[in-house]
């Protein structure tokens, strides 16, 4: 992991993960974290969710130093922030991974469900920390992840860039990407309980598959 990357954000259903680099040395963690949460912190400020600690066995004393540098930036109570057990882990295995961090300003994040009649259009990539319902639509020249169940419209790359849609759940009413317009396949032919998956182009064509190492390797 470059230095830069030693602090890390994830999102999941059960909160949002701060994943810390095992071999930087903890200065370094900490100088990251605080200057990615501040970066950060007009989105972190809206969360009431759990922030979850991963990737780096802490000490007692550096595992208060991080809640501390956490709970003040961004004003947020101490016990909604924990270290990630291994049940949770196991549970997470649907992560979507924010390589770039929160703070990236390319990045529209929105907490909550998108409901019907409710539209975001934004000149980059968008994130929905919730549902996205039937008549909610998404619009992004960048892509869209949704952390939740993607029940409505979405177009992403709608300028024609090179662009994917992510769900944890994906049964869009109609997904587009650039100039192609696909669906989700009817509830009918998907099985209950499904992987997230990622929808991308491929020779003029929409595919959707289950999100695995390999899937976003070859992005």
Not at 16 to 36: A, T
Not at 57 to 80: F, G, P
Not at 107 to 121: I, P, Y
Request: some cysteine; overall charge neutral.
């Amino acid at each position: 992991m470059k230095m830069e990357n030693s602090v890390l954000f994830k999102g999941s259903k059960e909160g949002i993960i701060v994943l810390l680099d095992k071999d930087v040395e903890f200065g370094i963690i900490k100088e990251q974290l605080e200057q990615k949460i501040t970066d950060a912190k007009k989105f972190f400020g809206e969360v009431k969710s759990n922030i979850l600690l991963d990737g780096r066995e802490l000490t007692e004393d550096e595992e208060k130093q991080v809640v501390d540098i956490i709970s003040n930036k961004i004003n947020i109570d101490a016990s909604y922030i924990k270290k990630i057990n291994k049940k949770e882990k196991s549970q997470n295995k649907n992560l979507l991974n924010f390589e770039n961090g929160f703070g990236e300003i390319n990045t529209k994040f929105h907490k909550g469900t998108l409901r019907s009649g409710q539209k975001v259009t934004y000149n980059g990539s968008v994130v929905v920390l919730g549902d996205v319902n039937p008549g909610s639509e998404i619009t992004a020249t960048g892509n869209i992840i949704v952390l939740g169940a993607l029940k409505g419209i979405v177009h992403a790359g709608c300028k024609g860039e090179k662009a994917y849609v992510a769900a944890l759940k994906m049964n869009a009413v109609q997904l587009r990407i650039a100039d192609i317009i696909g669906r989700a396949p009817d509830n009918s032919y998907k099985k209950a309980e499904t992987n997230a998956e990622l929808a991308y182009i491929h020779e003029d064509m929409i595919y959707i598959e289950p999100i695995d190492a390999k899937l976003l390797n070859n992005l």
